[in-house]
């Protein structure tokens, strides 16, 4: 953990890491640690998780020693309905990390997989611990492919995955990519607390790869058909449907259809 303590000092995050060479998942026990009083900026480290796990009950492939994941206890000044924006800023952090890598475009797909040339690289799974009119904790829980082989990835997300090292043609050192994420976050979630989501917001926008293209929204009850506006202030995710009015998608999976 050294290295991370190289660059800029962190305001807000690292206060304490807690490393671990295997655990079921590091949200699990992050959120195990906040419910126990954990200051906001722990983070909770593995080199493999048993049990990780992806948005809507998927699982993450998180072999050993070859990629990221980790999860910071956050205790954000938010209403709860606004605790879709650490998804958000997160975002926009690793977003900006990893174009900082690599030359090819990075994509958002709203809300939180971080895409390059149409595959997922990294993913996001903020989990939420509220009041009626507070947020207690948020667990953001991050997993990118660093050193990840398509060739070794299961068969089922072969076709869709990528890795840094994939992108790059090298191996990544993975504490100086976690180092500048994390020193991203830092940053993001300091502008976040100081100033909203308003100044985050156009640079979510920038690397937002669905604004304009039909998508189709699978919700718990309903399906929307339409085009992709952006998000509003809370990180809603704004579409026009096929009848002209505009909806707020609070949650779903988004997927881009044939026009
Ligand atoms: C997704 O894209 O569905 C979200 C993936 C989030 C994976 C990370 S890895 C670290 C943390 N621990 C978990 O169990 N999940 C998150």
Redesign the pocket.
């Known amino acids: 953990m050294d290295e991370l303590r190289r660059g800029p000092a962190l305001k807000r995050l690292g206060c304490e890491f807690h490393y671990f060479a295997e655990i079921d998942?590091?949200?699990?026990y992050a959120r195990q640690l906040a419910e126990a009083g954990a200051r906001e900026g722990e983070i909770v480290i593995a080199e493999a998780?048993t049990?990780?796990?992806?948005?809507?009950g998927?699982r993450?492939q998180?072999p050993p020693f070859a990629n990221l994941?980790?999860?910071v206890i956050l205790r954000p000044q938010l209403a709860p309905m606004q605790a879709p924006q650490i998804t958000l800023t997160a975002a926009v952090a690793l977003a900006e990390t990893v174009a900082s890598f690599i030359a090819q475009p990075v994509t958002i797909k709203w809300p939180?997989?971080i895409l390059v040339d149409g595959r997922?690289l990294?993913?996001?799974?903020t989990e939420a611990s509220c009041d009626s009119n507070k947020v207690n904790f948020v667990i953001l829980?991050?997993?990118v492919n660093l050193n990840y082989r398509v060739a070794t990835m299961p068969e089922e997300i072969r076709a869709h995955a990528t890795s840094m090292a994939e992108l790059t043609g090298s191996s990544i050192h993975r504490e100086s990519f976690l180092r500048r994420l994390i020193q991203g976050l830092d940053r993001c979630y300091g502008e976040l607390d100081e100033f909203g989501f308003a100044g985050l917001a156009p640079r979510w926008e920038a690397h937002f790869g669905l604004r304009d293209k039909r998508v189709r929204v699978e919700l718990l009850d309903q399906i929307v058909t339409g085009r992709a506006l952006g998000i509003d202030e809370d990180g809603a995710l704004l579409i026009e449907d096929d009848r002209g009015t505009r909806q707020r998608v609070l949650a779903g999976d988004v997927i881009p259809v044939e026009s």
């Open positions: 998942s590091t949200n699990t998780q049990q990780g796990r992806g948005r809507l998927r993450w998180s994941y980790f999860s939180n997989d997922k990294a993913g996001i799974l829980g991050i997993g």
